[in-house]
């Protein structure tokens, strides 16, 4: 019971630190954010430590040996963690750090006090009906609305008006656009006027980092690269996942062997269906990995303080330069150079053939080179649209709640994060299904011969 | 009317032609899998997945217009 609830408090308290560390980041100064989480986090470390300490010296078994080294363990760490507190007391202003070591504290607190509270009678009399409840919440919101309107008339005179509230913590004229307090997608909206790329998006941990330590080298070569990092995060992540489901495969699959299983199976299907039995085993894992990858990348940006590497021109291109690349090979190594000729050329067989081929030959070619510029416009497209629907009405969420000059606003985005959900899947699927069907252009048609007979032999007829 | 203004009034009205002309195509396009599917529900499968290919490349035109907006966005203010 004592664990559990010590256990509890952890995690509530790593929640409250970490929301409460990105307001006043984001409202305040980075810096003031980060030393909150730092305290927060050096209390927590406390306190599983002490715990540690408590168990191992109280428990059952505490004249062993492996007891006694736990706690000899647990000591050290309490030493190493003072250092670590000496120097975090050096490098960040003290005040934000008790703020941030209060906090696991509180946390406490106030669980005991609604362990003392939630089985009262009077609570349960209070809680019956919803009313009640209804009424504080509302004396409590309208209350907090006067005191802040009566705190920031009074920081930035009355005469400014509603936008002197919500300046950029650098003092430009970017309006910073919060996150709404539930939370759905993360975090402010980046300014546009700095950065030489016209349009915001929602801020990533990359350019949160870059805004925090302006002139620091490596957070502007991290935020130069962004796109990069994330995509090769991505592909790290999709590796990590597929060697854990193989790593041990059973007979009667666990749940992650059996989830990738389903995956893989369905997308074998689903290709060798278009491919046909002959060729289609052997493109089933590039294209089946194109379509994990690029699914898996525009989901990413629907999580908080991410960002969907297919939203970047750059990462499109590439992966339909790829497509292209290996359609072509595929052409070579299938057709050979006379076939891909030939094919490119539209089969030449009968006089009206030959006859349309230098008509044909033009065509062929750029309609080959117009492939990768549709598949990358049109991912890049909808996934960047996709991204400024969601910044645009989030940002009207916060602009609806603008009088209250608190940091918080209506949560308007969220039937777009379903849509957002449905178009992420569906490109992922067309951009998938498109490279299949430039593949199976390339191929070999078995069938292609009879039809062409079958067609001059009707031309003939006619 | 110098290239800004031109440029300011033509890219919001570029978009809508686009989005009529893609929102036809698509009116048609689900019509037409619709009434495949009532006709032959069996073969509902292989008639989704050709309509899905083919409303992407009619999609497509409106995104093409979309990113030529964005493209010149910057040149608006000037």
């Known amino acids: ?314 990462v499109t291109v590439a992966l339909a330069l790829v497509v292209f690349i290996y359609s072509q090979y595929i052409g070579f190594r299938e057709l050979g150079l006379v076939g891909w000729v030939d094919h490119m050329a539209g089969n030449p067989r009968s006089a009206i053939g030959w006859a349309l081929v230098p008509l044909m030959l033009p065509i062929h070619l750029m309609g080959e080179l117009a492939k990768p510029i549709s598949l990358a416009c049109r991912l890049f497209g909808n996934i960047f649209g996709e991204d400024m629907l969601l910044v645009a009405f989030a940002s009207l969420g916060i602009t609806v709640m603008g009088f209250t000059h608190l940091p918080l606003g209506l949560p308007l985005q969220l039937p777009f994060l379903f849509l957002a959900l449905l178009t992420s899947t569906l490109q992922a699927l067309v951009f998938t299904v498109l490279s299949t069907i430039y593949f199976l252009l390339m191929l070999p048609h078995d069938d292609h011969g009879d039809e062409a007979e079958g067609h001059t032999q009707s031309q003939h007829a006619h | 009317m110098d290239f800004h203004s031109a440029l300011g009034w033509g890219l919001p009205v570029g978009i809508g032609l686009a989005a009529i002309g893609s929102g036809i195509g698509l009116g048609g396009i689900g019509n037409g899998a619709m009434q495949a599917i009532g006709r032959q529900p069996e073969a509902t499968a292989k008639i989704q997945l050709a309509m899905i290919i083919i409303a992407a490349l009619a999609e497509a035109l409106t995104i093409y217009a979309f990113v030529t907006m964005f493209l010149l966005k910057g040149s608006i203010a000037g």
């Open chain 1, 1 to 314: 019971m004592g664990l559990e609830l010590l256990a509890r408090v952890r995690r509530t308290s790593l929640w409250v630190g970490g929301i409460a560390a990105l307001i006043i980041a984001t409202y305040a100064a980075p810096r003031a954010g980060l030393s909150v989480f730092a305290g927060t986090a050096w209390s927590l470390v406390n306190l599983i430590l002490l715990e540690r300490l408590i168990v191992a010296l109280t428990g059952l078994d505490r004249r062993t040996f492996p007891a006694t080294g736990r706690a000899i363990a647990a000591i050290g760490g309490l030493l190493l963690l003072f250092v670590a507190g000496w120097l975090l007391l050096q490098r960040l202003p003290a005040t934000l750090l008790m703020a941030g070591f209060g906090i696991p504290f509180a946390v406490i607190v106030l669980k005991a006090i609604a362990l003392l509270v939630l089985p009262s009678r009077a609570w349960r009399r209070f809680t019956r009906t919803p009313w009640p409840a209804v009424a504080v919440v509302v004396i409590l919101a309208a209350g907090a609305w006067a005191v802040s309107n009566g705190w920031s008339g009074a920081r930035s005179g009355p005469a400014t008006g509603p936008v002197a509230a919500r300046q950029a913590p650098g003092g430009s004229e970017a309006p910073v656009a919060s996150e709404p307090a539930a939370g759905e997608h993360g975090g402010a909206v980046a300014h546009g006027g700095e950065e030489e790329k016209g349009p915001e998006k929602f801020a990533n941990v990359l350019t949160v980092l870059a805004r925090a330590f302006p002139d620091a080298g490596w957070a502007r070569w991290l935020h130069h690269y962004e796109v990069i990092i994330f995509s090769l995060f991505i592909a790290l992540m999709l590796c990590v996942i597929a060697m854990l489901a193989t790593r041990n495969p059973q007979m009667v699959p666990g749940p992650l062997q059996n989830g990738v299983e389903l995956v893989v199976q369905t997308l074998h299907d689903f290709l060798v269906d278009i491919l046909g039995n002959k060729y289609g085993p052997r493109y089933v894992p590039f294209l089946g990995t194109l379509f994990v990858y690029i699914l898996a990348m525009n989901l990413f940006g629907l999580i908080p303080f991410m960002d969907s590497p297919t939203s970047s021109l750059n």
